[in-house]
């Protein structure tokens, strides 16, 4: 008999199955762990590169990926970046398991891979596309600012060398709002990059909005929603707000600094709000988190199947998920370590785990509410026809016969759908990855000391 | 700092406390049904940011200033029920004015 469930508290999507936490997975034994790469890549998934470029002009509060400031670096660190980056490339270049794996996308992500020289990056995708085989129309995607991006030459020269597409956190018109989020940019500065943009030929783009941040409103949200539809981006990636512990934020939060904090029954009216508006403008949800214009056609190479596929993470903090390899895991979250490691000849990777193809079961049934529908074919539905059941008794996944798919309140839970898939295992890890990184006073996301405040890091 | 919760204040009350907390603060409802032996991260009942309002709500409760570090694991905060006997650990004999006298196993 199908058990009845009910959320209350909403709970964020999830990416990324297994956890890789720090604490709990970090690997002693790399030559065991990389022994994958002497096998040829199967071919059953498609190959991605994402390229983790750690420097930012400012520190946003809220951001958990690993960055640091650009003007505390010099060009000669910037040099010794870049050379590592393209020594870790060639690496993986080399072994068995990229021999004759085309490539289908590039992405460059942070940090602000835009503010890097144009040489640096030219070299890094020079380094692509010498060393492995790529696909004849690669997406290739790089992650800016909208200060950064109003460098139209650069823009220009980025599409001269390949990139077909560029993205940017927008997150908020308010600007009192980003102000405290200590974003640089101003709404004036979003306007003025998106005409970069399409001055420079940039038909495919996209931008973030976070909602359920202090302060926010529905009023405020729908706003938002009606400016950015008006802008005309390809593909727009709507988060919550994600506190970690420990962080300049929350403190702020926690000592009452703003005049209303987030809460659970805020974040479910924004993101009503923000299905609705999009819904008034003719925007199509295409995943639980994005949104897209009506016409828009979405590259199966694109981002929005990247979790599916199997994806190599260069650079510090970067993630690599392969299907092909059963591998989970994260390079060193700091640039010296990062750099350290390759020049001596190591991967630089920093944790992980070897994924099992019960794991991967887990984690496509995981990823199931992400995707809004998906083919019964495409999950192992016998092994989780119970907890489908469930969630099917409890009005949130409806069985179509051939697929299996998220209702209108389901997509109001998804997260909460998410995880109720997944395995008793993961959640305890999950749980005590949390308490771990509260013990050492560290940001839940790398378990690193990215925005913690000065004063929880001295304790 | 003033505790609210001393050796004299029975286990219930500490676990009526967290639940009344949990449906105000992390849930909204006011009438949610919770059992105090709920898996409450199992059970996606809280996320990372309500595990730290809880903590310190409970610290302002306790008058003190942060859990000892090794108290803070999954194994404590499972359920409603196994936060309440981890408080009752920290509380202290009351005294006239319900002022701490002394720091229990907490830092203060």
């Known amino acids: 008999m199908p058990r009845a469930v009910k959320f209350r508290e909403r709970l964020t999507n999830f990416y990324r199955y297994p956890r890789i936490c720090g604490f709990q997975d970090q690997i002693t034994d790399k030559n065991t762990f990389c022994s994958f790469l002497n096998t040829p890549h199967p071919g059953t998934k498609r190959a991605y590169i994402y390229i983790h470029i750690p420097w930012c002009t400012s520190m946003c509060n809220y951001c958990p990926f690993y960055h640091t400031y650009y003007h505390h670096t010099d060009e000669e660190t910037r040099s010794r970046f870049v050379s590592a980056v393209c020594a870790e490339l060639t690496r993986y270049a080399s072994e068995a398991f990229y021999c004759r794996t085309p490539i289908v996308n590039v992405n460059f992500g942070g940090g602000t891979p835009f503010l890097l020289d144009i040489g640096h990056l030219e070299k890094i995708l020079t380094t692509i596309y010498d060393r492995f085989t790529v696909a004849e129309h690669p997406v290739v995607s790089i992650e800016g600012d909208p200060i950064a991006l109003q460098n139209r030459d650069k823009l220009s020269a980025l599409k001269e060398l390949g990139v077909t597409r560029a993205s940017f956190g927008l997150q908020t018109f308010n600007e009192r709002l980003r102000k405290k989020l200590t974003v640089q940019s101003t709404g004036y500065d979003v306007y003025k990059a998106v005409e970069a943009l399409h001055r420079c030929g940039y038909e495919e783009w996209g931008c973030d909005m976070l909602y359920n941040c202090p302060e926010q409103n529905v009023t405020e949200i729908r706003f938002n929603v009606d400016r950015i539809c008006e802008l005309e981006p390809s593909i727009i990636d709507v988060y919550d707000l994600n506190i970690s512990p420990n962080t300049h934020l929350a403190r702020l939060v926690l000592e009452n600094k703003f005049s209303s904090n987030p809460s659970n029954q805020k974040e479910i009216e924004q993101f009503k709000a923000i299905q609705e508006t999009f819904a008034e403008h003719g925007f199509e949800q295409v995943r639980s988190v994005n949104f897209k214009p009506p016409g828009v056609v979405t590259d199966r190479n694109g981002i929005l199947h990247q979790f599916s596929e199997d994806v190599l993470g260069v650079g510090p903090s970067a993630r690599t998920f392969l299907y092909s390899g059963g591998r989970n895991y994260r390079n060193r979250c700091s640039t010296d370590d990062y750099i350290r490691d390759v020049e001596s000849g190591q991967y630089p990777i920093e944790a992980g785990n070897i994924v099992s193809s019960q794991i991967l079961e887990e984690r496509d049934m995981m990823l199931f509410p992400y995707y809004l529908e998906v083919p019964k074919a495409s999950i192992n539905y016998l092994r989780f026809r119970e907890q489908i059941e469930d969630m099917c008794f409890s009005g949130y996944v409806e069985d179509t016969g051939a697929t299996i798919r998220l209702t209108e309140l389901g997509k109001l839970w998804a997260g909460n759908v998410q995880y109720y898939f997944h395995s008793e295992e993961e959640k305890r890890a999950i749980g005590n990855s949390t308490f771990l990184s509260l013990q050492n006073r560290k940001n839940l996301f790398n378990q690193d000391f990215v925005n913690v405040h000065p004063s929880a890091q001295r304790a | ?108």
């Open chain 2, 1 to 108: 700092m003033k505790s609210e919760y001393t050796t004299n204040t029975p286990q219930s009350q500490i676990v009526e406390d967290i639940v009344r907390f949990f449906r105000t603060d992390i849930l909204n409802d006011e009438t949610a049904e919770l059992d105090p032996r709920d898996e409450i991260v199992s059970m996606g009942l809280i996320d990372s940011m309500g595990i730290v309002r809880l903590l310190t709500h409970l610290q302002n409760a306790l008058g003190i200033r942060e859990f000892a570090r090794h108290d803070l694991t999954l194994d404590n905060f499972r359920s409603i029920e196994k936060i309440a006997a981890m408080i009752a650990r920290y509380c202290v004999p009351a005294v006239a004015g319900g002022k701490r006298v002394s720091h229990g196993r907490g830092a203060t």
